[in-house]
């Protein structure tokens, strides 16, 4: 089928997006209550799902055993992306607190970043974590620019730029010609990272696209080529399948890109996209968070654990 898939939330662009579709499979709405959902983290060892809702100041947790939605962390200082490292542990970025911070297995709360050369970042965005255990995330000003998602405040740094903490705790910038770094991803052997670049949400006429660098044994980056210009609003957080596909957030859903830029699909979804993370014990079904509510789609694609190989 080519086109509009009637019925099914599911759009294809080009005939290879029905390749990543179960034709019966439908898109599910779980829950709904927030105020802008963000962050999606899947947790394999429990079967459940932990995002944020920044604004409330609250992180949400949705149980894959029963359906059931509650709050994993009140207050949240205004989280904003999560991940998982390769111990399994949760990796936050906080809008409030301006830092990076992992959850520890006993549930204490570690730093992992909250300034750069002396000056206190402005409000870390979304996070990754790379096989060797450093840290990537983007911090861009939103959590400080109003009180909606944060405190507002002036820019200590002047700039919004991309970061690596190694394993040894040492932060670096391995990117500093963004406007606004927001989601960022690894390609499946890791040596590719996208980036996307919100910078037209308050610049008229900004970037509104994601770009690809190639990453070196040392942790620096080269290139930054833009990859794909998002079609519909501006591409926030997305994750990768294992053949390399992009699936990004965006003003009507999430779109599908193939590994060269190409859009060939998208999933509808009747509000904006702010991220997304493939979940399940097969890594098979795609968590989106739209602004409101929690969505999910069941596909035939696999995503790419963090954990490593499984």
């Not at 105020?35 to 060892?45: M, T």
């Not at 936050?92 to 992992?112: K, P």
């Amino acid at each position: 089928m080519f086109g509009m898939i009637e019925g099914t939330g599911f759009e294809a662009i080009d005939p290879s997006f029905n390749d990543c579709l179960i034709g019966h499979a439908r898109v599910e709405r779980l829950w709904s209550g927030a105020r802008w959902s963000e962050g999606p983290v899947w947790f394999a060892a429990g079967r459940y799902l932990v995002w944020s809702d920044i604004p409330n100041n609250r992180m949400m947790r949705f149980d894959d055993t029963d359906g059931n939605v509650s709050e994993f962390r009140n207050p949240s200082n205004n989280s904003n992306g999560n991940t998982v490292d390769r111990e399994g542990r949760l990796v936050t970025c906080e809008h409030l607190t301006r830092r990076v911070t992992r959850t520890e297995h006993d549930g204490s709360i570690t730093v992992i970043a909250d300034s750069y050369q002396g000056k206190r970042l402005n409000s870390p965005n979304d996070v990754v974590v790379k096989s060797d255990g450093s840290i990537w995330f983007t911090d861009p000003t939103y959590g400080i620019m109003m009180d909606y998602e944060g405190a507002r405040a002036e820019s200590e740094i002047g700039a919004c730029h991309v970061y690596r903490v190694d394993p040894a705790g040492n932060i670096a910038i391995v990117a500093d010609d963004y406007v606004k770094p927001n989601g960022l991803a690894f390609s499946p052997d890791e040596t590719k990272l996208y980036i996307a670049d919100t910078g037209a949400s308050h610049t008229p006429g900004g970037p509104a696209h994601i770009r690809v660098h190639d990453v070196a044994v040392d942790g620096s980056l080269n290139g930054g080529n833009v990859l794909a210009d998002c079609t519909a609003g501006l591409f926030d957080g997305f994750r990768l399948d294992q053949q390399g596909r992009i699936w990004s957030s965006a003003a009507d859903g999430v779109h599908c890109l193939a590994p060269d830029g190409t859009l060939i699909g998208k999933i509808l979804i009747p509000e904006f996209v702010g991220n997304v993370c493939f979940g399940g014990p097969k890594l098979n079904r795609l968590f989106m968070c739209g602004t409101t509510s929690l969505y999910s789609a069941f596909l035939n694609v696999n995503g790419i654990s963090p954990l490593g190989a499984v």
